[in-house]
């Protein structure tokens, strides 16, 4: 069969566009708990108000792979994007603090990103991604193919209040930073689409949000959603019977605010302190209200990327670095390793493959989200890391998430999701307290043990300083600690072996 010209042409094309790379649009928040419709049920942390306002995320998961129960390696910034990013749990990058750089003290990993870039795509960077400053290097330069972004907060030290709801006069003279990165990532999508759209150059675009994360400046406009007579305060706001002083995280910073300040309060960030009523409930109306205007700012960016003509061949992915405590437990902030602090928003979309909307209940954990957006653009694919893979510059210590998009409940997968918190330093200057947590169908296990840092780097499982155990069939609030209960005493040893055995242990086909 012989073609002519024009029809040779034709079919040219129809290969170059079934080819085209898909393109990524890689969205965070910082510090958003998972308080989106999406997680409505079990999986929402202490729903207290009638319905959260977040359209966008609520239409994204619509078309999503929503991961109902995503664990973070460590609940705290720079540890837990790090994890994500390097696809190397803390105990492999050495990342358990802000301040260091995993190329400075695990290895010179291949970041999500960078990996991107070396398979031809332009790599762009906006906001929060990496911890900004000393922890990445000043955002990981290696990582993009073009200058990062940042925008200011220019309200945050201004009037140093921890809520602060700006007036639409005041946000005109000074749009807020969340807006402005929003704006950028706008310009940017524009600026990438001619090349994506034909065929030239995919495009790997990170914006990075600040808020919920504290100091809560945000447009007074989303106050409504949440009017204070239909906010309560959290159900559990005392601490765990029975818990270990370890596993505590004292918020005293909160009293530096004017508005805390005015209260005359003392032992802010003592086990059990609670704060008045109605103040509880102002940091409650704030918090929301800032994930309703990231809800908003997300909005105008996957919108500008219809606009394009580019969703049908851009994946999005979504996640919040970590969770939050809103009051539970009488604790705020995250620094813990309790299921409100550890469990966090995440979803993806892929274009003709989660179109009508997956949802799976099973644990899938930060560190898999590198190799699923690597599978999912059909890039060459990772191997899994081996012990000790600090030289080795691409690997992963997830698993690709890919096939739980088209079956969700699929049987052979991890049987459970680790994450840690350190007490006592950074793990890089002498012995410190590690804090191992795991999270089964079943129950949150938690073991407190001495650990040898800076060059040793081992956890002393025989120096064992506290445990916690939480029946989550019967306590999913994780109320009551039962490490010590005697009816318990079976399922503890069985915990104890499964969390020694550590993430390895627990892979899909890999099961004892
Ligand atoms: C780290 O790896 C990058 C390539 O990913 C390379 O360009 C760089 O030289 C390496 N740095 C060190 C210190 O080995
Ligand atoms: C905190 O309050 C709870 C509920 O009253 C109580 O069971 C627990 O023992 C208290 N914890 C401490 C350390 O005081
Ligand atoms: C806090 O203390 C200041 C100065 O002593 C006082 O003027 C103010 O009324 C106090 N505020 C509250 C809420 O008690
Ligand atoms: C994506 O949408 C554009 C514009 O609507 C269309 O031309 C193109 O064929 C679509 N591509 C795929 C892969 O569906
Ligand atoms: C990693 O590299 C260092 C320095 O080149 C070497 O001393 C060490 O043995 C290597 N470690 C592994 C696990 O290969």
Not at 2 to 31: G, P, R, Y
Request: proline letters at 8%; aromatic letters at 12%.
């Amino acid at each position: 069969m012989t073609l002519k010209i024009h029809e040779a042409l034709v079919l040219l094309v129809l290969i170059a566009s079934v080819d085209a790379k898909k393109n990524v649009l890689f969205l965070v928040s910082d510090d958003m708990r998972p308080n989106i419709n999406a997680y409505l049920g079990p999986d929402m942390p202490s729903p207290v108000h009638p319905k959260m306002h977040t359209p966008t995320l609520d239409a994204l998961a619509s078309r999503s792979l929503v991961l109902k129960r995503a664990y973070v390696s460590q609940a705290l910034c720079s540890p837990s994007r790090t994890a994500l990013l390097t696809s190397r749990r803390p105990d492999t990058s050495h990342i358990w603090q802000i301040g260091p750089y995993f190329r400075d003290v695990g290895g010179n990993f291949s970041t999500l990103p960078e990996y991107f870039k070396r398979n031809g795509y332009r790599t762009i960077g906006m906001g929060k991604i990496f911890h900004p400053g000393s922890s990445s290097g000043g955002d990981d330069p290696v990582s993009w193919t073009d200058p990062y972004f940042h925008a200011q907060d220019k309200y945050e030290d201004h009037d140093q209040l921890l809520c602060d709801a700006i007036s639409e006069e005041r946000e005109k003279a000074q749009p807020l930073q969340d807006q402005l990165i929003a704006n950028n990532a706008i310009k940017t999508l524009q600026e990438v689409a001619p090349r994506a759209k034909s065929g030239k150059q995919p495009f790997f675009v990170a914006v990075g949000f600040h808020k919920p994360h504290i100091s809560w400046n945000y447009p007074a406009r989303f106050n409504k959603f949440y009017p204070l007579e239909s906010l309560r305060p959290a159900p559990n706001y005392y601490a765990p019977v029975g818990m270990p002083a370890f596993a505590w995280h004292n918020f005293e910073n909160f009293g530096r605010y004017k508005d805390v300040k005015a209260y005359n309060l003392s032992h802010i960030g003592a086990i059990n302190f609670t704060f008045p009523p109605t103040l509880t409930l102002e940091l409650r109306q704030a918090y929301y209200s800032c994930i309703s205007y990231i809800d908003y700012e997300l909005g105008r960016v996957i919108q500008e990327l219809d606009n394009l003509g580019l969703s049908n061949n851009t994946i999005i992915s979504f996640w919040g670095d970590h969770g939050w405590q809103l009051g539970e437990h009488s604790e705020w902030e995250k620094q813990t390793n309790f299921e409100d602090a550890t469990h966090a928003p995440m979803m993806i979309h892929v274009p003709g493959v989660t179109d009508k909307g997956v949802v799976t209940e099973h644990l899938t954990e930060f560190v898999d989200l590198y190799p699923t957006l690597v599978e999912a653009a059909e890039l060459p694919k990772l191997d899994t890391c081996p012990p000790n893979s600090q030289n080795i510059s691409l690997c992963t210590e997830g698993t690709s998430m890919v096939p739980l998009m088209t079956n969700p409940t699929m049987e052979n997968w991890k049987t459970a999701a680790f994450s840690q918190y350190p007490r006592g330093g950074d793990g890089l200057h002498g012995d410190i307290t590690m804090g191992y947590t795991m999270r089964t169908e079943m129950y949150r296990y938690t073991e407190w043990i001495n650990f040898k840092g800076r060059p040793v780097y081992k956890p002393m499982w025989d120096q064992v300083k506290a445990a916690e155990l939480y029946d989550h069939a019967k306590d999913p609030e994780e109320n009551w600690n039962r490490a010590d209960d005697p009816s318990y005493k079976d399922v503890r040893v069985e915990l104890s072996r499964k969390l020694k055995k550590g993430w390895r242990g627990a892979l899909p086909y890999k099961r004892v």
